[in-house]
């Protein structure tokens, strides 16, 4: 494999881009080797100790690494943010999905500034000193996020100018300006200003009876410049028009004004044409268009008595929190982006001018036209539930196949179906005595929710874990929890101070006098519409053990009393960080012991200081490790004597990788979990997660083969991390067959030849 530079991607971090290398990676087999080599020669294994980084790394006595040991978290984040801009400018995708991505960059980094940088900011108030392990100070992070993110905002809005909207004008899909409309399009554009904007706006004059109005978090607003004076004889020069969230950000022109076509235009357009209109009398000397992003973290005590009633009145807050950045556009004069950085006290390096729309995320670009998207495709229900189905008990038919075997579904290649039916046959099976399970993102419309209330109404014993602090899913969740309590659900908000993250459902069942459990784990949320986009596993079991456990941790939600002795489970924050580092000590035993040693990991993230230094533990005294990390890596592969045994790879493609599986060969005893948490420590201490084992070897040889070496053989849509913290694309070599994991799963489950 060859990787290809960011550059060359459409992305340059502005801190140096390294030329093509070279990367030798191959992904294990399961045949033996001898420890400390990859499966290519002695040859082989030179060369790649040739492109092994040179990182003046130190350990201190006490076993802990230097901060120059690791990456800086935040920075690791974005970096994945710019690997998703790049999915913008990669022509392996279809038209309209490069428009996607560009939204979802614009979305990614919306919320980096809400989240992430505005709590930097926070830090950098109570004082510029590093508190992390990486070592940069607060004031630093700011630099380097401040310098790669404008550059990163211009690339945007390249992509946007000269690559996606002249492609979609070609298609007869356009974003008119002003100037391209004709006669009748204007005419119309004036009639929808007078009947349908106008009614809404509230101009705001900036005098000493109305100072410069609070604006809401990320709202899309125009300044104007005014001459003359208004209906009371005041010189007003100044004035705010806020956008009502309730006006959509694009208008499509009526058919017969376009032919049929799909032409729009902007509602910034609309109000910046008509503006004169809302000041009689005067005349309007400029107009542009503005956006403030602000802290939209919610900052909630541990010793609430209500979290309900305390995240309401957050959620208010959220509207308004402390600013963190402006966007204008760029022909908006330095005088008037000075004022509003003055007005919003924020700096130069605060400010981020865009050629174009303030806010891609509004953008349109869900248009019927199957030629520009992703291929279609059939979730499949796993052929153990359809047999089920087939047969005339279609009441119990889902029971019937928990009970001779365990069920595996790969979203979103499989269908979330079975979820949703377990739950409605639990509803209204008489023989079902209880229901309980854990929701974290679900939505008010989820039939998983109005499952659960008929099943409350039917006389079930229904008892729900709704997590309220899902971050911008708390309105959502509440609303949710008062419905299921309407309908006579037993409705808790787990723990104060931990957030109930694991994804868990119990079903108790009353047969021949005896009560079974039934359960399913997952890896991601009870959300039919996240299962469409993100890869996630669960598993549907009657596994007495594993049933007990998932019963003994709602004890523990609902109740109080000791952590719970699992038998099968790995639990945070009681267990699960502890028995990942002894299962790395133990492929680091296996090593020392001159025995094979290998670990692959997928997650979505890896910060945590320990698990990463017993990971450089380990590929010190040989364990080979191969990391498969969506976003966040704190650690750094490839660096001579630090981690020359670990590999990182990324894949960014359809689908959200969401799937979290560890693997453990332990000298052919081999361990596979799949589980709910990152290894991160907001997930292995401050969440309720659950980690739950691959016992079925069909199941075991299904996730080993499609989740882990199927992502490590991809060399289309991978990136490879170096040990600076550069990210570079994977290339097929020469001679080598491109190979795609997310389009390979579509092949082999759902039948789908997608184009690589």
């Not at 017969?256 to 009689?280: N, Y």
């Given at each position: 494999m060859t990787t290809a530079s960011n550059e060359t991607a459409g992305i340059n971090n502005g801190r140096g881009i390294k030329e093509n290398s070279e990367i030798n990676e191959a992904a294990d087999t399961g045949k033996n080797t001898d420890v400390g080599k990859n499966t290519n020669d002695e040859a082989q294994t030179e060369s790649n100790n040739e492109n092994l980084t040179q990182v003046a790394w130190q350990r201190s006595e006490d076993g802990s690494y230097s901060p120059s040991s690791y990456i800086n978290r935040d920075l690791s984040l974005l970096q994945f943010h710019l690997r998703v801009l790049a999915q913008a400018a990669s022509p392996r995708h279809p038209l309209l999905e490069r428009l996607f991505f560009l939204m979802i960059f614009s979305s990614n980094i919306d919320e980096f500034f809400e989240i992430r940088v505005a709590g930097i900011m926070q830090k950098l108030n109570i004082g510029d000193v590093s508190t992390s392990a990486h070592g940069m100070r607060p004031s630093e992070v700011l630099n380097e996020i401040s310098a790669i993110t404008h550059h990163a905002i211009d690339e945007q809005y390249r992509i946007l100018n000269e690559d996606i909207l002249p492609a979609l004008a070609l298609e007869d899909i356009r974003y008119l300006k002003r100037d391209e409309l004709n006669a009748e399009q204007s005419a119309w554009m004036k009639r929808y200003f007078t009947e349908q904007v106008s009614p809404v706006l509230t101009p705001i004059s900036i005098d000493p009876a109305h100072p410069f109005p609070r604006l809401v978090n990320k709202s899309l607003n125009f300044i104007a410049t005014l001459e003359g004076k208004d209906a009371f004889g005041r010189d007003i020069n100044l004035a705010i028009v806020p956008a009502p969230r309730s006006l959509p950000r694009v208008i499509r022109l009526p058919d017969e004004l376009t032919g049929g076509k799909e032409h729009h235009v902007m509602l910034s357009a609309i109000i910046h044409e008509h503006i004169g209109d809302l000041f009689p009398g005067m005349s309007v000397t400029g107009c542009h268009q503005f956006r403030l992003t602000r802290n939209a973290d919610l900052d909630l005590a541990d010793d609430v008595e209500d979290i309900a009633k305390a995240l309401e009145g957050e959620l208010e807050n959220r509207r308004f929190g402390d600013k963190v950045r402006l966007e204008v556009t760029t022909d908006c004069p330095i005088h008037i982006s000075d004022y509003l950085l003055d007005e919003f006290d924020l700096h130069d390096n605060q400010l981020y001018r865009v050629n174009g729309p303030v806010n891609l995320t509004r953008l349109l670009f869900d248009f019927n036209i199957p030629a520009l998207r992703y291929e279609p495709f059939t979730h499949v229900v796993p052929k153990e539930f359809r047999r089920e189905m087939d047969k005339l008990d279609k009441a119990t038919s889902m029971f019937a196949a928990m009970r001779k075997s365990d069920v595996l579904v790969h979203h979103p290649f499989h269908a979330f179906s079975p979820i949703i039916n377990l739950l409605w046959q639990a509803a209204s099976d008489p023989k079902v005595l209880a229901i309980?399970?854990?929701?974290?993102?679900?939505?008010?419309?989820?039939?998983?929710?109005?499952?659960?209330?008929?099943?409350?109404?039917?006389?079930?014993?229904?008892?729900?874990?709704?997590?309220?602090?899902?971050?911008?899913?708390?309105?959502?969740?509440?609303?949710?929890?008062?419905?299921?309590?309407?309908?006579?659900?037993?409705?808790?908000?787990?723990?104060?101070?931990?957030?109930?993250?694991?994804?868990?459902?119990?079903?108790?069942?009353?047969?021949?006098?005896?009560?079974?459990?039934?359960?399913?784990?997952?890896?991601?949320?009870?959300?039919?519409?996240?299962?469409k986009v993100y890869t996630d596993y669960g598993l549907f079991s009657a596994d007495p053990d594993i049933s007990e456990d998932v019963h003994n941790i709602f004890q523990e939600l609902t109740g109080m009393g000791k952590p719970a002795n699992l038998k099968k489970l790995l639990h945070a924050p009681f267990t699960l960080h502890d028995k990942l580092m002894s299962f790395i000590d133990d492929e680091i035993a296996h090593a020392k012991a001159g025995k094979r040693?290998?670990?692959?990991?997928?997650?979505?993230?890896?910060?945590?200081?320990?698990?990463?230094?017993?990971?450089?533990?380990?590929?010190?005294?040989?364990?080979?490790?191969?990391?498969?990390?969506?976003?966040?890596?704190?650690?750094?592969?490839?660096?001579?004597?630090?981690?020359?045994?670990?590999?990182?790879?990324?894949?960014?493609?359809?689908?959200?990788?969401?799937?979290?599986?560890?693997?453990?060969?332990?000298?052919?005893?081999?361990?596979?979990?799949?589980?709910?948490?990152?290894?991160?420590?907001?997930?292995?201490?401050?969440?309720?997660?659950?980690?739950?084992?691959?016992?079925?070897?069909?199941?075991?040889?299904?996730?080993?083969?499609?989740?882990?070496?199927?992502?490590?053989?991809?060399?289309?849509?991978?990136?490879?991390?170096?040990g600076n913290g550069i990210w570079q694309q994977i290339e097929p070599a020469a001679g080598e067959p491109p190979h795609t994991a997310q389009a390979h799963l579509l092949k082999v489950i759902n039948g789908v030849e997608e184009p690589v």
């Amino acid at each position: 494999m060859t990787t290809a530079s960011n550059e060359t991607a459409g992305i340059n971090n502005g801190r140096g881009i390294k030329e093509n290398s070279e990367i030798n990676e191959a992904a294990d087999t399961g045949k033996n080797t001898d420890v400390g080599k990859n499966t290519n020669d002695e040859a082989q294994t030179e060369s790649n100790n040739e492109n092994l980084t040179q990182v003046a790394w130190q350990r201190s006595e006490d076993g802990s690494y230097s901060p120059s040991s690791y990456i800086n978290r935040d920075l690791s984040l974005l970096q994945f943010h710019l690997r998703v801009l790049a999915q913008a400018a990669s022509p392996r995708h279809p038209l309209l999905e490069r428009l996607f991505f560009l939204m979802i960059f614009s979305s990614n980094i919306d919320e980096f500034f809400e989240i992430r940088v505005a709590g930097i900011m926070q830090k950098l108030n109570i004082g510029d000193v590093s508190t992390s392990a990486h070592g940069m100070r607060p004031s630093e992070v700011l630099n380097e996020i401040s310098a790669i993110t404008h550059h990163a905002i211009d690339e945007q809005y390249r992509i946007l100018n000269e690559d996606i909207l002249p492609a979609l004008a070609l298609e007869d899909i356009r974003y008119l300006k002003r100037d391209e409309l004709n006669a009748e399009q204007s005419a119309w554009m004036k009639r929808y200003f007078t009947e349908q904007v106008s009614p809404v706006l509230t101009p705001i004059s900036i005098d000493p009876a109305h100072p410069f109005p609070r604006l809401v978090n990320k709202s899309l607003n125009f300044i104007a410049t005014l001459e003359g004076k208004d209906a009371f004889g005041r010189d007003i020069n100044l004035a705010i028009v806020p956008a009502p969230r309730s006006l959509p950000r694009v208008i499509r022109l009526p058919d017969e004004l376009t032919g049929g076509k799909e032409h729009h235009v902007m509602l910034s357009a609309i109000i910046h044409e008509h503006i004169g209109d809302l000041f009689p009398g005067m005349s309007v000397t400029g107009c542009h268009q503005f956006r403030l992003t602000r802290n939209a973290d919610l900052d909630l005590a541990d010793d609430v008595e209500d979290i309900a009633k305390a995240l309401e009145g957050e959620l208010e807050n959220r509207r308004f929190g402390d600013k963190v950045r402006l966007e204008v556009t760029t022909d908006c004069p330095i005088h008037i982006s000075d004022y509003l950085l003055d007005e919003f006290d924020l700096h130069d390096n605060q400010l981020y001018r865009v050629n174009g729309p303030v806010n891609l995320t509004r953008l349109l670009f869900d248009f019927n036209i199957p030629a520009l998207r992703y291929e279609p495709f059939t979730h499949v229900v796993p052929k153990e539930f359809r047999r089920e189905m087939d047969k005339l008990d279609k009441a119990t038919s889902m029971f019937a196949a928990m009970r001779k075997s365990d069920v595996l579904v790969h979203h979103p290649f499989h269908a979330f179906s079975p979820i949703i039916n377990l739950l409605w046959q639990a509803a209204s099976d008489p023989k079902v005595l209880a229901i309980k399970q854990t929701l974290y993102r679900s939505g008010t419309n989820s039939e998983i929710v109005k499952a659960l209330a008929a099943a409350a109404r039917n006389g079930k014993e229904v008892t729900a874990v709704i997590e309220l602090r899902a971050r911008f899913d708390e309105a959502s969740n509440i609303a949710v929890a008062n419905y299921l309590q309407e309908a006579g659900a037993v409705v808790v908000y787990g723990i104060v101070g931990y957030k109930t993250h694991a994804k868990l459902m119990l079903i108790v069942r009353r047969e021949d006098d005896r009560i079974r459990r039934y359960v399913h784990l997952g890896t991601g949320n009870y959300h039919a519409g996240n299962a469409k986009v993100y890869t996630d596993y669960g598993l549907f079991s009657a596994d007495p053990d594993i049933s007990e456990d998932v019963h003994n941790i709602f004890q523990e939600l609902t109740g109080m009393g000791k952590p719970a002795n699992l038998k099968k489970l790995l639990h945070a924050p009681f267990t699960l960080h502890d028995k990942l580092m002894s299962f790395i000590d133990d492929e680091i035993a296996h090593a020392k012991a001159g025995k094979r040693a290998h670990i692959i990991i997928k997650v979505n993230a890896l910060t945590e200081r320990k698990l990463i230094g017993k990971l450089y533990d380990a590929s010190q005294a040989g364990v080979k490790i191969e990391l498969i990390l969506r976003s966040m890596c704190c650690l750094r592969p490839q660096v001579k004597g630090l981690s020359e045994n670990i590999t990182v790879r990324s894949v960014i493609g359809r689908f959200l990788e969401h799937t979290r599986v560890y693997y453990f060969y332990n000298n052919g005893a081999e361990r596979l979990y799949c589980g709910s948490a990152d290894w991160m420590d907001r997930n292995l201490f401050h969440r309720v997660e659950v980690a739950f084992p691959i016992g079925n070897k069909k199941l075991f040889k299904q996730v080993y083969q499609d989740g882990l070496i199927n992502y490590l053989k991809d060399n289309t849509q991978a990136w490879s991390l170096d040990g600076n913290g550069i990210w570079q694309q994977i290339e097929p070599a020469a001679g080598e067959p491109p190979h795609t994991a997310q389009a390979h799963l579509l092949k082999v489950i759902n039948g789908v030849e997608e184009p690589v």
